[in-house]
């Protein structure tokens, strides 16, 4: 399949090990912030969501980790499985009155998962 | 439920020629916004759409248009194709106008030769 992203920074993480995923904002007015996977051939799926007045956020096998003061998220993928191989995006959002309301994306980290 | 569908999945066009592309959002979904991701980076935004209005749109030249329809599907054009504009157009639905948990599609891969 295609590749989504080719010269992405890459993480690669042994099965069942945990991967820490890091991502830096730049719009100290976002309020919201998604973690987006996206596999090759496919459009972002959404993972984890956080909203700017909390610092942590936990679902299934995955945690975000939000720090206002260095505009920095983290993605925690706890027991990474071979299935968890993909590009990872951060997104914010920032609510503007009359404006669009858009996501604005982050690079991404391409997740490789060895058996 | 379907998700946000997208048609055609794979399009190759050549310089010039003008190309639409089309969207349905997730059923009860009244907001449509478009993006385009170039290999390698992050999707970037082009328009937002709500209740048939365009909401607004990112630095993307007036080659590129779109619209909604009163069912909420979207299409968006682009005129005299550039090599550049050879990506991925996804389409990203929500519930609402300022809702922030956008769905994405699987994307129309476009190929400008």
């Known amino acids: 399949g295609e590749s989504v992203g080719l010269h992405l920074p890459t993480l690669s993480v042994q099965e069942g090990d945990n991967s820490i995923i890091n991502c830096a904002y730049s719009n100290s007015a976002s309020d919201y912030f998604i973690w987006y996977k996206q596999e090759s051939g496919k459009g972002p799926q959404f993972i984890i969501d956080i909203r700017s007045n909390m610092d942590k956020r936990q679902g299934q096998r995955v945690t975000v980790l939000l720090n206002k003061t260095v505009k920095h998220l983290s993605l925690q993928i706890a027991a990474t499985q071979p299935g968890d191989s993909a590009v990872y995006f951060c997104a914010e959002f920032a609510q503007n009155t009359g404006t669009a309301s858009k996501l604005t994306f982050g690079t991404g980290t391409r997740l490789q998962v060895t058996l | 439920d379907a998700g946000v569908t997208q048609s055609p999945t794979h399009l190759i066009k050549t310089r010039g020629q003008h190309v639409t592309l089309r969207c349905s959002p997730i059923s009860g979904h009244k907001s449509v916004s478009w993006y385009q991701q170039v290999l390698g980076q992050g999707p970037q935004f082009i328009f937002q759409?709500?209740?048939?209005?365009?909401?607004g749109r990112g630095n993307f030249p007036d080659r590129f248009s779109a619209r909604q329809f009163p069912n909420y599907s979207s299409e968006l054009n682009v005129n005299a194709l550039l090599l550049g504009d050879s990506a991925l157009y996804l389409c990203?639905?929500?519930?609402?106008?300022?809702?922030?948990?956008?769905?994405f599609g699987p994307g129309t891969r476009l190929t400008v030769l």
């Open positions: 990203a639905s929500s519930s609402d106008y300022g809702a922030d948990t956008q769905y």
């Open positions: 759409y709500y209740e048939k209005e365009e909401r």
